[in-house]
């Protein structure tokens, strides 16, 4: 007598795959995307802003190029000390209330900036900046995870990165002619209250999934049949719960304490992305802080020029941010394993963010921009960290693996400045810096390549 046909799990999830596919879902999730991209872009302008302001303000505060070297590379260390605190505090309040604050705080301190009259005061406000920035990627990176099925988060995590390049290419001209017409406070006003308005914006809009007013079923359905983190919020009070709970939890099982932070680190595919990260940033850095000093220096640009190509390179960054993103996605959809999805991209954008070198062997300013231009085109598609970070995190410690990845990511915002500064100083040249920055990506293509080994999430035990 032939027997009844048991169902599996893996039926359970094909019916459940089915039914979500055949509902029409609604698409709040690019709404809660839309806010974080424009988000980031806010948190560019605010952290690079100085430097637009930096030829008029020098001049009326007195700062000479050491002080404000230092001016700049105090950001850096501000918010890296602060990324593993701010990451506990993600963990155990939740990301709107989280980023509400993180914003609004950095807004204060952009736009108290405009206010100093002193060196004391403008050092002051740069750490604030710092320490309230450092929030923001690892936020940016639970919402991702609670929002996205895995086969949409690097395309989502590409969106959002993209914000810190378009406003760098797209608004550096606004903000340099609004300096020529009121001066450099000007700057710091109007970017520092756009900032504060949009925290406002970000509190009334975000919710978590369970909550948003026009997600449907069919909506949570694909999210959480593809690793989204949907259920882990259930309104505005049981969000608080919810993050207690989680942290109590965390502490419960796992002896929450500093030593997580080494437990979370023992793991190859964490301290192999931190690695992959710190190159990638590298090249980022060397474009947010030295590019303009290298055109106008070692390739003896006017400064007319100068405005016209630096915006070249940050849009095929923007163009490669998204190019990565998606690719990395389709590669999902196309059934290859997250191994391959994810680190493709990213390998592919270190090896070729390596060849800026080639930029010390041409002559033509029009090709260097080229060489340029494809390296940080390539830096764009390696930016898909973050979506690693969704992928490998524990559950309940999201936060604290965001803030230990920005940790180590960021680091390249204090070492990177320093070095390039010390080779030019040491030879009067950017050959070696240029090889520097090359070796760094090189670097990070073979931690990819030899240290990350599977894309799966982590679970610490006892």
């Known amino acids: 007598m032939p027997q009844p046909i048991q169902s599996t799990p893996a039926d359970a999830s094909l019916q459940k795959s089915a039914a979500v596919s055949t509902a029409r879902r609604s698409k709040a999730r690019y709404q809660v995307l839309a806010l974080l991209a424009v988000g980031t872009m806010i948190n ?42 701010g990451g506990l505090f993600l963990d155990r309040f939740g990301s709107k209330l989280t980023y509400f604050l993180s914003m609004t705080f950095w807004s204060l301190c952009t736009l108290a900036q405009g206010l100093v009259h002193g060196i004391g005061a403008l050092f002051a406000f740069r750490l604030g900046l710092g320490v309230s920035e450092a929030p923001c990627f690892p936020t940016n990176s639970r919402v991702v995870a609670t929002w996205f099925p895995q086969s949409e988060r690097a395309m989502a995590t590409g969106t959002y990165t993209v914000g810190e390049y378009i406003g760098l290419a797209f608004f550096s001209p606004f903000l340099f002619m ?56 259930k309104g505005a009070e049981a969000e608080s719960t919810s993050a207690s709970a ?100 990213i390998i592919t954008g270190l090896l070729l963010a390596s060849t800026i070198i080639l930029a ?40 604290v693996t965001g803030g230990i990845f920005n940790f180590a990511a960021n680091v390249a915002g204090i070492v990177t400045p320093l070095v390039v500064g010390f080779i030019v100083a040491a030879t009067g040249s950017f050959v070696g810096a240029l090889v520097f920055i090359g070796a760094i990506a090189m670097v990070g293509a073979l931690s990819y390549i030899f240290i990350v080994g599977d894309i799966k999430r982590i679970v610490l035990v006892d």
């Not at 000479?64 to 602060?82: I, K, T």
């Not at 260097?368 to 410690?397: C, H, K, N, R, Y």
């Open 246 to 345: 989680s942290a109590s939890a965390v502490k419960a099982k796992s002896g929450f304490e500093w030593r997580t932070i080494g437990r979370l680190l023992k793991h190859r595919q964490l301290s192999g992305i931190c690695l992959g990260q710190f190159a990638g940033n590298s090249t980022l850095v060397f474009f947010l802080t030295w590019f303009p000093t290298y055109l106008a220096t070692e390739r003896h640009m006017a400064w007319l020029k100068i405005g016209f190509f630096a915006i070249m390179p940050f849009i095929a960054a923007s163009i490669g941010v998204m190019f990565g993103g998606f690719f990395s996605d389709w590669l999902l959809r196309r059934g290859k394993s997250p191994n391959v999805a994810r680190k493709l991209p």
């Open 44 to 85: 560019y302008l605010d952290r690079t802003v100085l430097g637009i302001a930096a030829p008029q303000l020098t001049k009326e505060l007195g700062i000479n190029a050491a002080l404000m070297g230092l001016l700049f590379s105090v950001f850096s260390w501000s918010y890296v000390a602060a990324q593993i605190p």
């Open 360 to 399: 010390n062997y041409v002559e033509s300013n029009v090709t260097v921009i080229v060489i340029l231009s494809v390296a940080f085109f390539a830096q764009g598609m390696a930016a898909l960290g973050w979506t690693l970070v969704s992928d490998i995190a524990p559950e309940g410690l999201l936060g």
């Open 178 to 233: 609004l300096m020529g017409a009121f001066g450099w406070r000007s700057l710091f006003y109007v970017v520092g209250g756009v900032g504060l308005v949009f925290g406002l914006i970000w509190w009334k809009f975000y919710r978590e999934p369970a909550d948003h007013p026009t997600v449907n079923q069919a909506e949570l359905d694909y999210i959480e049949a593809g690793g989204g983190l949907t259920q882990r919020k």
